[in-house]
């Protein structure tokens, strides 16, 4: 394990399902993110959270719905999804300090395969 | 949007030969960052390379970085069946904040035994 837990590993839904996707961090990272991995594509960054605010967005749609309660959780909610949204969920961290040292190193979780039906 | 881009796409060799991975990005950068992926997990950071530096060796892997031409080559020597992964470099570039890591499609090794 990595220090970067997600769960469930496998979730199949329904296009009017309502699901929630969990990341725990166990390092003391103080930077969260979620990253949508579908096949043959680049890695798509979908949110960044740093100290527990988010600080981008990459204009994904609002049917995918982030929440960071704290330093150590974050959520992505998912409701009426779309077939096109199956794919690995990756959530990452890293330490807010790379701002300052110019290194931004991420430590990933194991995803969440979704299938959208 | 900025982000690397691996070359070739897919790769197969024997045990023991070398591998050689591409990655071209477009604009100016902090550091540069190769990834590996075993299918189906999490990306695991391999090894990192400033803007500032040409060359740096980690084990078996060597990285380059020739910020003239915007690329960087990662070398992984005396390959093993174990190094079948896909590999990713990932850009972290000065005007965006630093979260914002953007990585490319990545390279599919395949190493036969």
């Known amino acids: 394990e990595t220090g970067v837990t997600q769960t469930p590993r496998h979730l199949v839904m329904g296009m009017t399902n309502k699901k929630s996707l969990k990341c725990e961090q166990h390092l003391g990272h103080n930077a969260m993110y979620w990253y949508k991995q579908s096949a043959k594509k680049p890695l798509e960054l979908m949110f960044v959270y740093s100290l527990e605010e988010r600080v981008e967005n990459n204009s994904v749609p609002s049917r995918f719905s982030p929440e960071c309660p704290n330093s150590s959780h974050l959520f992505l909610h998912l409701h009426t999804l779309q077939p096109e949204d199956s794919a690995l969920y990756l959530c990452?961290?890293?330490?807010?300090?790379?701002?300052?040292?110019?290194?931004?190193?991420?430590?990933f979780g194991a995803g969440s395969r979704l299938t959208v039906l | 949007s900025q982000q690397g881009e691996e070359d070739p796409q897919a790769l197969s060799i024997q045990e023991g030969e070398n591998a050689t991975m591409n990655c071209s990005y477009k604009?100016?950068?902090?550091?540069l960052q190769w990834y590996r992926q075993n299918s189906g997990r999490g990306l695991v950071h391999l090894i990192l390379i400033r803007s500032n530096e040409r060359e740096k060796h980690s084990g078996r892997l060597r990285v380059t970085l020739d910020t003239s031409k915007k690329s960087s080559s990662l070398l992984i020597t005396a390959s093993r069946a174990a190094d079948t992964a896909s590999y990713f470099c990932?850009?972290?570039?000065?005007?965006?904040?630093?979260?914002?890591?953007?990585f490319g499609a990545g390279t599919r090794l395949t190493v036969k035994p």
């Open positions: 990452a961290s890293s330490q807010e300090g790379g701002r300052t040292s110019g290194a931004n190193v991420l430590t």
């Open positions: 604009t100016s950068i902090n550091n």
């Open positions: 990932a850009t972290d570039t000065p005007w965006y904040n630093n979260n914002d890591m953007r």
